[in-house]
């Protein structure tokens, strides 16, 4: 409980009202999209859908959530290499690859059919941001 003396109510019934009024508000609606895994940046896990921790190099996790976070764009393989790797690696498709190869088996229910990153033929990758029913 507050308890106010002397005209001090007066004033912060006057502060707030001024703040009401220049503070302009816009409701965000945020919808949560699900998916059977879950992945924190700040931990560096990726926990799939049974609930177990899935070990994640730090190049695959790098390049996983670079995809994820910006689903449904597609990355030719020479921008996923720069953007994980870095300018001063020698640029190598076979390499990313392997890593997208290694990554699929780790993270995808069936690497053979790949439901969330799947290859745009004649471009490079992209995180699909739905599950497939």
Same mark, same amino acid.
């Given at each position: 409980m507050? $308890? @106010?003396?002397? +005209?001090?109510?007066? %004033? =912060?019934?006057? *502060?707030?009202?001024?703040? $009401? ?5 816009v409701p !965000? /609606? !945020? *919808?949560?999209?699900?998916?059977? #895994? $879950? !992945?924190? /940046? @700040?931990?560096?896990? =990726?926990i +799939? ?11 695959? =996790?790098?390049? =996983? ?9 597609? #990355? ?5 290499y720069?953007?994980? &790797?870095? /300018?001063?690696? !020698?640029?190598? $498709?076979?390499?990313?690859?392997? #890593? %997208?190869?290694?990554l699929?088996?780790? %993270?995808?229910? +069936?690497?053979?059919?790949?439901q969330? %990153?799947v *290859?745009? &033929?004649?471009?490079?990758?992209? @995180? ?6």
């Amino acid at each position: 409980m507050v $308890s @106010f003396e002397n +005209d001090e109510e007066q %004033i =912060f019934e006057q *502060t707030l009202e001024w703040l $009401s009024s220049k503070l302009s508000y816009v409701p !965000i /609606y !945020i *919808t949560k999209q699900k998916y059977s #895994f $879950s !992945i924190d /940046y @700040f931990t560096r896990t =990726f926990i +799939d859908g049974t609930g177990a921790k899935v070990y994640l190099t730090a190049k695959e =996790f790098d390049l =996983f959530y670079l995809l994820f976070t910006h689903k449904e764009q597609v #990355f030719s393989k020479e921008q996923l290499y720069e953007s994980v &790797w870095g /300018y001063n690696h !020698i640029y190598d $498709s076979r390499n990313l690859t392997a #890593f %997208i190869r290694k990554l699929r088996k780790k %993270i995808e229910p +069936d690497p053979n059919c790949p439901q969330y %990153i799947v *290859t745009v &033929w004649g471009v490079g990758y992209k @995180f699909v941001g739905k599950e497939k029913p």
